[in-house]
Nanobody, 125 residues
Framework: QVQLVESGGGLVQAGGSLRLSCAASGRTFSTYSMAWFRQAPGKEREFVAA????????NYGDSVKGRSTISRDNAKNTVYLQMNSLKPEDTANYLC??????????????????WGQGTQVTVSL
């Protein structure tokens, strides 16, 4: 069982930056692939970024590619999402997800086993 707690969201002006964190419980964090998804009211859950459990290879959604960086610190059981050049359309609840090694760095929500509650990001004009 893995528990995930996100933090770092907030209100930011367009063009600004935020760094989201996701702290995971459990001693096997390094064996989980980690990802960020986001969901805005009335919209489907959208893939943001993922990082492979072993190689730390990364995968990004088209909407954030070039503006965001996912990273992990296995010693701290934490995954991060650095977001730059934020736009109003980035406004959403950002959720952290953990998947078993076979998940790799999948962009599909159904391949992840554990989810946090999310942290709200609001980008104003």
């Amino acid at each position: 069982q893995v528990q995930l707690v996100e933090s770092g969201g907030g209100l930011v002006q367009a063009g600004g930056s935020l760094r989201l964190s996701c702290a995971a419980s459990g001693r096997t964090f390094s064996t989980y692939s980690m990802a960020w998804f986001r969901q805005a009211p009335g919209k489907e859950r959208e893939f943001v970024a993922a990082i492979h459990w072993s190689t730390s290879n990364t995968n990004y959604g088209d909407s954030v590619k070039g503006r965001s960086t996912i990273s992990r610190d296995n010693a701290k059981n934490t995954v991060y999402l650095q977001m730059n050049s934020l736009k109003p359309e980035d406004t959403a609840n950002y959720l952290c997800a953990a998947g078993r090694p076979t998940t790799a760095f999948s962009a599909y929500a159904r391949t992840y086993d554990y989810w946090g509650q999310g942290t709200q990001v609001t980008v104003s004009l």
